[in-house]
């Protein structure tokens, strides 16, 4: 290693003496004339936007946003004291968004990242869109006056930490970290180029998706190493899913107004609409339906009205039409396990089951036998199965840990046997449930239900879904036939 540096040094030495050795001897060297001016500066108000369409950006309510577009309580109980307002301006060159927040402890460390933070999270995508990606922007805002930015990653289903143009401000109306506050206020401006709009077509703006979430802090403690956080988002909605986020329209005074359909049953079909390209209509106490559209995907979940952690879900399906081995079905979709029970019509005619799980990009159509996901089918069954005049029932069951699948009132798949009274029914095939719902004592995870298809189209000859004690009885109907 010594003999490494004294090469080094020597090799110095003889490089200085070569380059000095034209002047010494006190002569001197003088360089030739060199200016440099800088370019004239950005303009101020290319990337102000304090006052944009003459609304003071500064975290307070104005007029010009008029009623309140959405409002998400905390945990989503509408008896909480705790819960915020969404207020949506659409303006000359982007989007203005007020968050109003109720709550009696507003705490902020400045050391913590924001959503361990008293915050909100503000996602902004282009409503004719039903995927995100480097146009659609996630604004993360504490209420002390921290903010990050994210920007959404298409294909991934996921968001990454980015820069893009736009402005925030908060105001605090009490006293942070001490108990007995008001709550605060957020105030975002978007412009629209970020979210890939064009200005000349900003007046065309149809409107936004936009998804709110909130991050409660119960406590007035300033420790830094405390991240407790209770964050609450609207029911079946999916950050990485615009389709599920509120769509805002455009009002004719340019204030927001909510456009989330009355139905029930909500979706993706190209954008949001009433019909979601599945079309439902009463017949006595049973909905039938269509889905009129065909595109890779579609899925329409049921909004309200069961027990997400004990339900039971029925759909009659016949006339399946589309490309070929187009599929539909039902399905239930949980964060970590997402099942679908399809019929596929093709050169085989056949009801399956394929999973996956939330760290997969796809489902697993083609998995052998043995593997970790399933995609567990019956034999090929006759046309009969979807064409008949009655066509094919397809049932879902769910008790916390236990799901069970049936076709035409036949048990077919469980993860585990079934005890319904005193009687227990053994699963004729077993399904590998990859994540329990209940790793952390008796907490289960909610679960979504509704229909799903890949480029099928089909009548749906009605659906209903029970809960609790009245989802058993159907199951204990079917299983003692």
Not at 365 to 385: A, K, Q, T
Not at 420 to 447: C, R, W
Request: with cysteine; net charge negative; glycine share 8%.
């Amino acid at each position: 290693m010594k003999k490494i540096f004294k090469t080094i040094a020597l090799f110095s030495s003889l490089l200085l003496s070569s380059c000095t050795s034209d002047y010494l001897e006190g002569e001197s060297y003088s360089f030739p004339p060199f200016s440099y001016s800088n370019e004239e500066p950005i303009p101020q108000e290319t990337y102000d936007f304090s006052h944009e369409d003459g609304l003071a950006l500064d975290g307070t309510y104005k007029k010009e946003y008029g009623q309140s577009v959405y409002r998400l309580y905390h945990r989503n109980d509408e008896s909480s004291p705790f819960y915020s307002d969404l207020y949506v301006y659409y303006g000359k060159r982007g989007v203005h968004i007020y968050v109003s927040v109720k709550d009696n402890i507003v705490n902020y460390v400045p050391q913590k990242a924001v959503y361990y933070n008293s915050s909100v999270e503000i996602f902004i995508n282009d409503i004719s869109k039903n995927y995100i990606d480097n146009n659609a922007v996630q604004w993360r805002v504490a209420a002390g006056g921290k903010a990050t930015k994210l920007c959404g990653v298409r294909y991934r289903s996921t968001w990454t930490a980015s820069q893009f143009d736009g402005s925030f401000a908060t105001y605090v109306d009490g006293e942070i970290n001490a108990n007995g506050a008001k709550g605060y206020g957020v105030e975002t401006f978007t412009p629209y180029y970020e979210l890939g709009i064009e200005e000349e077509n900003a007046s065309k703006l149809e409107g936004l998706n936009i998804y709110l979430a909130m991050n409660r802090v119960p406590t007035t403690s300033t420790d830094q190493n405390l991240t407790f956080r209770q964050r609450t988002y609207k029911t079946l909605s999916f950050q990485a899913t615009p389709t599920t986020w509120v769509p805002v329209y455009k009002n004719e005074d340019l204030s927001g107004k909510n456009g989330f359909p009355t139905s029930e049953f909500y979706g993706r079909c190209h954008t949001i609409d009433t019909s979601l390209g599945f079309h439902f209509e009463k017949e006595g106490e049973m909905e039938r339906g269509s889905l009129n559209k065909t595109i890779a995907v579609n899925y329409a979940m049921v909004k309200e009205g069961y027990d997400p952690l004990h339900y039971y879900y029925e759909c009659r399906i016949k006339n399946v039409t589309g490309a070929s081995s187009a599929k539909i079905g039902l399905f239930t979709y949980l964060s970590g396990n997402r099942f679908t029970l399809y019929l596929e019509k093709g050169n085989k005619a056949r009801a399956g089951l394929v999973q996956r799980n939330s760290t997969n990009d796809s489902w697993n159509w083609n998995v052998g036998e043995g593997e970790s996901y399933i995609n567990s089918f019956s034999d090929p069954n006759s046309l009969d199965l979807i064409d008949g005049e009655e066509g094919a029932k397809l049932a879902l069951y769910r008790q916390r840990n236990l799901f069970a699948f049936f076709v035409n009132d036949e048990l077919y798949y469980a993860t585990d046997d079934l005890s319904i009274g005193e009687k227990t029914f053994v699963a004729p095939q077993k399904v590998l449930l990859n994540h329990s719902q209940s790793e952390i004592e008796d907490i289960y995870e909610d679960a979504f239900v509704g229909i799903y298809s890949y480029s099928a189209q089909a009548e749906f000859l009605g659906y209903g879904i029970y809960s609790g004690e009245a989802a058993d009885a159907q199951i204990a109907t079917l299983l003692n036939k």
